[in-house]
T-cell receptor, first 116, second 115 residues
Framework: AQKVTQAQTEISVVEKEDVTLDCVYE???????LFWYKQPPSGELVFLIR??????QNEISGRYSWNFQKSTSSFNFTITASQVVDSAVYFC?????????????FGQGTRLTINP | GAGVSQSPRYKVAKRGQDVALRCDPI?????LFWYQQALGQGPEFLTY????????KSGLPSDRFFAERPEGSVSTLKIQRTQQEDSAVYLC?????????????FGPGTRLTVT
């Protein structure tokens, strides 16, 4: 069975600080996809990134970066120089990499609050 | 273009009432998913359609939950004889194959409160 664990329930930092959101996953599949979604107060899940299990290169997109380590089954997300607009609930998710669309297994989410 | 839309955005039902939640996916998206998100939790998979075929309904919590997508576009999630534990946000997502994988685009959700 697949499982995603986000141990940090809530994080609160002051604007401009760097913050890392942790994600640990479990799967028996050898190939899979990992995702991060942002859920602002409006409630709509916003796609941030997708990684393939065979691609362990870290990725940077502006102030966002992701560290995928297969050896520790982790896919952590770092926001550099945080801003108030980054305040939201962030979800890590996992899916199988089989033919056809696959359901997402989500973690419980981390509520991030950026204080001015 | 337009994103995934869901209606109603909010629904209050008395325990025992039947409810129907609607999802309009992005035009042309073949795959459609329903998820249930309880307060303070991550979304949990309910069911999946490819066109009009319901290929996976393993996440439906009871036989009171029923989903359909008769013409392969709009989908309806129906909950019969609602219970308080059904209170949650119900999210719909449609899926597009892009860059070698399927990406899911989520709607704003329907917040169901059972009193």
């Amino acid at each position: 069975a697949q499982k995603v664990t986000q141990a940090q329930t809530e994080i609160s930092v002051v604007e401009k600080e760097d913050v890392t959101l942790d994600c640990v996953y479990e799967t028996r599949d050898t190939t899979y996809y990992l995702f991060w979604y942002k859920q602002p107060p409006s409630g709509e899940l916003v796609f941030l990134i997708r990684r393939n299990s065979f691609d362990e290169q870290n990725e940077i997109s502006g102030r966002y970066s992701w560290n995928f380590q297969k050896s520790t089954s982790s896919f952590n997300f770092t926001i550099t120089a945080s801003q108030v607009v980054d305040s939201a609930v962030y979800f890590c998710a996992l899916s199988e990499a089989r033919q056809g669309a696959q359901k997402l297994v989500f973690g419980q989410g981390t509520r991030l609050t950026i204080n001015p | 273009g337009a994103g995934v839309s869901q209606s109603p955005r909010y629904k209050v039902a008395k325990r025992g009432q039947d409810v129907a939640l609607r999802c309009d996916p992005i035009s042309g998206h073949v795959s459609l998913f329903w998820y249930q998100q309880a307060l303070g939790q991550g979304p949990e998979f309910l069911t999946y359609f490819q066109n009009e075929a319901q290929l996976d309904k393993s996440g439906l919590p009871s036989d009171r939950f029923f989903a359909e997508r008769p013409e392969g576009s709009v989908s309806t999630l129906k909950i019969q004889r609602t219970q308080q534990e059904d209170s949650a946000v119900y999210l719909c997502a449609s899926s597009l194959f892009r860059q070698g994988a399927y990406e899911q685009y989520f709607g704003p959700g329907t917040r169901l409160t059972v009193t």
